[in-house]
């Protein structure tokens, strides 16, 4: 069976890094999905920074909100997917005012079937902190934090990252 790889952490915690570390070991055909927006200068550079971080065996897709079709789509054609990051995603939907809850069910029952790829998904852990002041501050963390659990519960294994550090969660511990 293939495996589905949650990698939780807070910001800057190095998620991405050791998502990247751990889909890079699979071998075959390599997709990077990433859900950012270059909305202006400064993330325009971090998403330039992070293709150069990229060897050029991954094959790149930029989708901001169609991720479940995108995944059922490409899922065959590859051994491993890396998703980064669903904080975005769920950011991206909600300032659209898009249905989230449709969204999101789309999206477990994408990563759930049987496709042979390996998926390894990168999002924050947002449950740790203050309770946001704002009403979508608030809707953003219940939303983020019940997708991060409807993921946890379909995926094989999970780490939480702080400081730099994987600490796995769910899975057989090596």
């Known amino acids: 069976m293939a495996k589905r790889v949650l990698i939780l952490g807070g910001a800057r915690s190095g998620k991405s890094a050791f998502a990247l570390s751990e889909a890079s070991i699979v071998s075959g055909n390599k997709a990077f999905v990433a ?3 270059a909305l202006d200068d ?3 550079a971090r998403i330039a920074r992070h293709r ?3 060897a050029d065996m991954w094959d790149t897709f930029e989708e901001p909100v169609e991720l479940p079709s995108l995944v059922s789509r490409i899922a065959p054609d590859y051994n491993v997917i890396l998703i980064d990051c669903l904080t975005l995603w769920v950011s991206n939907i909600l300032l659209r005012q898009l249905p989230f809850d449709r969204y999101s069910e789309q999206f477990v029952k994408a990563i759930s079937h049987k496709a042979p790829a ?3 998904i ?3 852990e947002v449950g740790m902190g203050l309770v946001p002041d704002t009403a979508i501050g608030r809707e953003f963390r219940d939303n983020l934090g019940r997708l991060n659990a409807g993921i946890a519960a379909v995926s094989t294994d999970v780490y939480f990252m702080a400081a730099g550090i ?3 969660i ?3 511990i090596q």
């Open 166 to 168: 994987p600490m796995k």
């Open 52 to 54: 150069t971080e990229r």
């Open 122 to 124: 990168v999002s924050n």
């Open 118 to 120: 390996d998926l390894f």
């Open 35 to 37: 859900t950012a927006e």
């Open 170 to 172: 769910k899975g057989e």
């Open 42 to 44: 400064e993330m325009s």
